[in-house]
């Protein structure tokens, strides 16, 4: 899922950095104290998930867990989500620092989307359903994802187009993989740490 340096436009590496700055600073203005502990496992275990994957054309095929993400820190998983993208970039090469903005975004946004659909639906009824809810949204946060990148890809050029799509068919297996992880992992939260969810939307 990540855009490799010299891929996109100049326009494109631009308009993804800007969004993601205005993202992060969202993110940290509603990461509090006692989100820090989560933000922080979250950033890590997407870090991990992501350091096995398959070289696609100018992107890459992995597990992301960003819905996850998403559903659990709301705008806070912008910049939980921006620190692992900027580690892998610097200690792995994965993806590329001029790209950054716009792999952020392209992984974030998706995340934070997810929540803002299936955030207060999580926290409702009981955990399996809590559950079943979680695993669309992260099925739902791979497939976003999948189409922002494709659409980054095609606006920076007629010659990405195949690699775009291929992209976005590359990533159905993981949005079936994607759903049943997070629904576990909500199944989970629900029953040992219910606080962890993001109730409601930002005023």
């Known amino acids: 899922m990540h ?25 940290l203005r509603s990461l509090t104290l006692e989100r820090i502990p989560a933000a922080g496992v979250l950033s890590a275990s997407f ?19 960003n819905g996850l993400a998403g559903l659990l820190l ?19 090469g994965f993806g590329g620092l001029t790209v950054l903005g716009v792999n952020t975004v392209n992984i974030a946004l998706p ?29 739902f946060a791979i497939a976003a994802t999948t189409g922002m990148v494709a659409v980054s890809l095609a606006m920076s050029g ?12 590359a990533h159905v297996p993981v949005m079936a993989i994607e759903a049943v992880l997070t629904g576990f992992a909500i199944l989970l939260a629900r029953k040992v740490k219910p606080e962890l969810f993001v109730k409601g939307l930002p005023a």
């Open 158 to 169: 007629d010659e990405f187009l195949p690699a775009a799509k291929l992209v976005f068919f």
């Open 3 to 27: 855009i490799v340096d010299g891929a996109l436009s100049n326009p494109v590496v631009i308009a993804g950095a800007v969004a993601a700055v205005g993202g992060i600073a969202l993110g």
């Open 74 to 92: 709301g705008f806070a998983a912008f910049p939980a989500l921006f620190v692992g993208l900027l580690l892998q970039a610097v200690f792995f």
């Open 111 to 139: 995340a934070v989307l997810a929540w803002m659909v299936f955030g207060r639906l999580i926290g409702r009824g009981s955990p399996v359903q809590g559950a079943i809810w979680g695993g669309v949204g992260g099925a």
């Open 47 to 65: 870090f991990v998930a992501s350091l096995i994957h398959v070289p696609i054309g100018p992107s890459s095929v992995h597990l992301i867990l």
